[in-house]
Antibody, heavy 117, light 108 residues
Framework: QGQLVQSGGEVKRPGASVKISCTTS????????IVWVRQAPGQGLEWMGW????????KYAQKVQDRVTLSKDTSTSTVYMELRSLTSNDTAIYYC??????????WGQGTVVTVSS | EVVMTQSPATLSVSPGERATLSCGAS??????LAWYQQKPGQTPRLLIY???SRATGTPDRFSGSGSGRDFTLTISSLQSEDVAVYYC??????????FGQGTRVEIK
């Protein structure tokens, strides 16, 4: 069926960077892309970016494209999301999700990132 | 860039009644439209993909329809466990997506 397990919560200072991992299991890693979504407190879902687990190709949302990098490690079936120059507006739950039939069918448990001075 | 707009923001429905949620696109889009249910403190759950196909485990009281710029999620007979926020998600083009802002469904 598949499972995505994310790294634990982070507290960061403004201006810092955060790198979150998303380790997949239960399916063939390179067969599906991974999408990152975030949700600010009390707010809706926001698409951030996509990475091909096969080729490493990426696509980013315009809002964050200058500050975000997605990467992968095929040997550990893990995808990473790094977000730089953090501000309080980046405080959110960050989710990874598997792309399937142009939808997102399996989600990680979410990683809480808090940006505070 | 496509903008997805959901309406209403909040929907109050009596148990057993029909709930109709709308998702509109700023331009004509493909049928790669999905619906998600998110309960408080939980991760989003895929309900419908490709406009009208139910995901595994989705009860048949949930149905999706639409084309062009207008899409609908219908809950035919609202149950108490359906209280949640519902999001639409549109696949725009080469590996970009857009979420609607969500509709909160509550019991009247």
């Amino acid at each position: 069926q598949g499972q995505l397990v994310q790294s634990g919560g982070e507290v960061k200072r403004p201006g810092a960077s955060v790198k979150i991992s998303c380790t997949t299991s239960g399916y063939t890693f390179i067969s599906f892309g991974i999408v990152w979504v975030r949700q600010a407190p009390g707010q809706g879902l926001e698409w951030m970016g996509w990475i091909s687990a096969y080729s490493g190709d990426t696509k980013y949302a315009q809002k964050v494209q200058d500050r975000v990098t997605l990467s992968k490690d095929t040997s550990t079936s893990t995808v990473y999301m790094e977000l730089r120059s953090l501000t309080s507006n980046d405080t959110a739950i960050y989710y990874c999700a598997r792309e399937w039939s142009f939808a997102l069918d399996i989600w990680g448990q979410g990683t809480v990132v808090t940006v505070s001075s | 860039e496509v903008v997805m707009t959901q309406s209403p923001a909040t929907l109050s429905v009596s148990p057993g009644e029909r709930a109709t949620l709308s998702c509109g696109a700023s331009q004509s889009v493909s049928r790669n439209l999905a619906w998600y249910q998110q309960k408080p403190g939980q991760t989003p759950r895929l309900l419908i993909y490709a406009t009208s196909s139910r995901a595994t485990g989705t009860p048949d009281r949930f149905s999706g329809s639409g084309s062009g710029r207008d899409f609908t999620l219908t809950i035919s007979s609202l149950q108490s466990e359906d209280v949640a926020v519902y999001y639409c998600l549109q696949y725009e083009n080469w590996r970009t997506w857009a979420f609607g802002q969500g509709t909160r469904v509550e019991i009247k």
